[in-house]
């Protein structure tokens, strides 16, 4: 968020995990490894090429990875967690190239786009480059690790800042981007793409909201009409507020801050370059952080300014199908926390669907809409019994949209949400448990899911997926894993234990609208697949539908305790 005033292609080996002892004594390595030591054993293990050692068992290897990005988690930033994240990322790297699983890989560059973050710190422009290269090598795609490459060196060449932890500066890693991309300059992308990418870039190396939202087809007729706002929407809280701008089409914009004098309110506006109002209100007065949304002619077209009540964050995004501009304000940043963890008291459950959005439906005619809100009170009258505050996005059967979803989570200060589904597919056969985070993803059945609970085209929500790289942070992204971890282990060992036939699905990313701007972790739960005979059954049952909200409610007590 920004303050408001203030190198070829190489294919992963495909011979499977290569298991066993790293050496004798590999065993306990790996079962008394800490501090120290469990980072040099990382270290070791990440290492390729000829005499490489051995991966220890895959779940021993996971169990290592997962244990030092703990540590750099819990050392928040500066060089030490830039060390460990990294170290992190290279192991599960190594385990990516061995076993092939393009989940090890999505964590991988999760984590070396963590250590990356802070471009002044030492050892952020190595894990930069590191995560170019493997971007490049996921895709299999020699011009994906030029633009990765890039999009590195427009955050750390142009620095002239001296690092911060050792005060001196970046220049060998810079030079090293530049060979890399010197060795892929046979790949290198159209200069359409090369743009995009700075404009996709602010001085801190963020990705911020484009000035044009969408290709322009050359050989398209200009419109008659020009661009029009709809309509104005709004959901203002105390410390965060939503602002959504919908438009009939997509249209240019712009972003900026201001501060008329010193003792008016800051605000920021959008330009929107040769978009009409219409009969848009002009003047709409808010309570809380944003105390007020004006919309007015400009000499471009038009301006929204909202007015902000002291110094705040702010995000801007967009979405298509309805193409709408997004506007995100919080007093704190989403995200952030403290070198002490939050106490967990409010927990906000997101009943999908509802109204006239039925969402799928299975053969006997059981409605996704009734199964997630009939689940989502059961999981609610749990934890309330165990001394939490729960919220319902919705209590009843209606329609709430997905950007007043996250605006309720922001605006009640929720410290989870969890966002309650039922899957479906063409295939009837199709089954299982599944739990998604907030990501970028390559995976077409991902998209799909994606699609269909955006209730868009899988196109508009692989454009989404191109935007959320810059809107993730990573310390929420990783609590947000955690959860869905806990979530997808709850869920598959009681419905294992209750049918024993039950699909483990595993934790995906992949780019839902509802989980945009969450300033919490918060994950998408597809409880199971309507469209499978024997699933729909299940959901459709007061026993499945009690051990959904049990799996829940248990992940939720789980998360709580740190486990």
Not at 356 to 373: I, P, Q, Y
């Amino acid at each position: 968020m920004a303050p408001l005033l203030g190198a070829l292609v190489a294919a992963p080996a495909t011979t499977g995990c290569r298991v066993g002892p790293v050496g004798a004594d590999a065993g306990a390595d790996v079962a008394g490894a800490g501090g120290g030591n469990e980072l040099a054993l990382v270290r070791r293990l990440s290492m390729g090429g000829l005499g490489a050692p051995l991966l220890p068992p895959r779940a021993d290897a996971l169990a290592l990875a997962e244990s030092v990005e703990a540590r750099a988690a819990r050392e928040g930033s500066g060089m030490r967690a830039v060390e460990l994240h990294a170290a992190a990322a290279a192991l599960l790297t190594r385990i990516w190239r061995i076993d092939g699983r393009d989940r090890d890989a999505t964590e991988a560059l999760e984590l070396y786009r963590a250590a990356a973050r802070d471009a002044k710190v030492t050892g952020a422009c190595e894990a930069a480059v590191a995560a170019a290269e493997l971007e490049g090598d996921v895709a299999r795609d020699a011009e994906t690790t030029y633009a990765a490459l890039y999009r590195a060196q427009r955050r750390f060449a142009p620095a002239s800042e001296p690092v911060a932890d050792a005060g001196r500066s970046d220049t060998a890693c810079r030079r090293a981007i530049d060979d890399a991309l010197a060795d892929v300059a046979a790949f290198r992308p159209a200069q359409r793409t090369l743009d995009a990418i700075d404009e996709g870039l602010d001085v801190a190396g963020e990705a911020v909201v484009p000035l044009a939202a969408a290709p322009i087809d050359a050989g398209a007729s200009e419109p008659a009409t020009p661009p029009q706002v709809v309509r104005i929407e709004a959901w203002p809280g105390r410390d965060a507020a939503r602002i959504v701008v919908v438009l009939d089409r997509p249209a240019a914009y712009r972003v900026g801050d201001e501060l008329l004098s010193a003792r008016a309110a800051p605000s920021t506006f959008l330009d929107l370059d040769g978009v009409d109002l219409g009969a848009t209100p002009r003047d709409l007065a808010e309570s809380g952080v944003v105390t007020r949304v004006r919309a007015e002619a400009s000499s471009t077209g038009s301006r929204v300014s909202i007015d902000i009540d002291g110094r705040a964050w702010r995000r801007v995004f967009y979405m298509y199908d309805p193409y709408r501009v997004v506007v995100d304000v919080a007093r704190r940043l989403p995200g952030s926390v403290g070198r002490v963890p939050r106490d967990l008291a409010r927990v906000v459950l997101d009943p999908g669907h509802g109204g006239r959005d039925t969402g799928a439906v299975g053969l006997g005619g059981l409605r996704e809409k009734d199964v997630t809100l009939d689940i989502a009170r059961r999981v609610s009258v749990i934890l309330a019994g165990q001394g939490l505050r729960v919220i319902l996005t919705r209590d009843d059967d209606r329609f709430v949209s997905l950007e007043e979803r996250t605006a309720r989570a922001n605006e009640s200060a929720a410290d989870l949400f969890v966002s309650i589904h039922c899957n479906a597919s063409e295939s009837k056969s199709r089954r299982g448990v599944e739990t998604y985070v907030l990501d970028t993803t390559r995976d077409e059945i991902a998209a799909r899911v994606a699609a269909r609970e955006n209730a868009t085209t899988q196109a508009a929500t692989a454009e989404l997926a191109s935007i959320l790289g810059g809107l993730r942070l990573a310390d929420q992204g990783q609590r947000s894993r955690r959860l869905a971890r806990l979530l997808d282990r709850s869920a598959s060992s009681a419905l294992q234990a209750r049918y024993g036939d039950v699909v483990d699905g595993g934790v995906h990313p992949a780019g839902f609208y509802v989980l945009v701007g969450a300033a919490m972790p918060s994950v998408l739960f597809e409880t199971s697949y309507i469209s499978n005979p024997v699933e729909e059954q299940r959901l459709a049952s007061e026993d499945g539908r009690q051990l959904f909200a049990d799996a829940v409610a248990n992940a939720v007590k789980a998360y709580r305790e740190g486990r």
